[in-house]
């Protein structure tokens, strides 16, 4: 069997909580792997989290404890703000490029074709703040893309967008990954961007965030996410996580949580 791309075995995470002077457990025992081209989605509820396994697995923050493994470069999108509002679309997509010391005529060769891929080819002058929501959502993944790691982290990166702009960039997200052979790993709280997205959804508990099931979608490739919303078993294995965040949530809500 090929060697996995991610490998995640027993992960804690905690943190020092000032205020009540003791430690949260943000993460507790997680383990997972993930085959190279695999597109994982975790999902989970506010806070359980998925952020902060998602900056483990980037290598901006470290764990407590357990082995983390990651094969190869990972480019990350975060969920807004991941662009800088000084510098053009083009200048941004290019940033990656520019950290590695490429000189500027070879960037603008390298950034065109990804600009075209995510529809900006027009806009590649323009500023962040003279661009809507979702053209600062592409051009992040466009810079992830010209960051080219073999491993694509992707924190709630349309998190933030309207349900149809949301739709659209899911679908080309889909057609981009299906061509790179990149592994993804996509943090959510929608079920239905999960089920829309992943070969494997990672459900994860109400803080401390655990494993709480592995669950294979049953889709095949390439998919077309309107069409797959008539598929009889998309509101079977929607059921089936909707259940699984519902029975947490029902036995990990604190005391202070339920109190009237
Ligand atoms: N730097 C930090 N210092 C202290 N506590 C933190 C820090 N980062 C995260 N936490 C805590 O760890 C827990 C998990 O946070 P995290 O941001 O990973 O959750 P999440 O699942 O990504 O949430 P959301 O879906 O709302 O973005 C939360 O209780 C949060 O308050």
Redesign the pocket.
Known sequence: MAEPAIDVRGVWKG???ARRDQT?I?IENFSFSAAPGEFICVL??????????L?ILADLDTQDLGEVRVNGHASVVF?EHGVFPWLSVEDNVGYPLKVRGVGRAERRRRVAPLLDLIGLTDFKGAYPHQLSGGMRQRTSVARALADDGEVLLM??PFGALDEQTRLVLQQELLRIWQDSGKTVVF?T?SVDEALTLADRVLV?SA?P?RLLADVAVPFGRPRDILELRRDPRYGEVTYELWRLLRADAATSASPEEVAP
């Open positions: 943190f020092h909580d949260v943000a989970g509820p506010s806070g359980c989290g998925k952020s902060t396994l900056r969920q924190d709630e943090i709280h994860m803080r965030g």
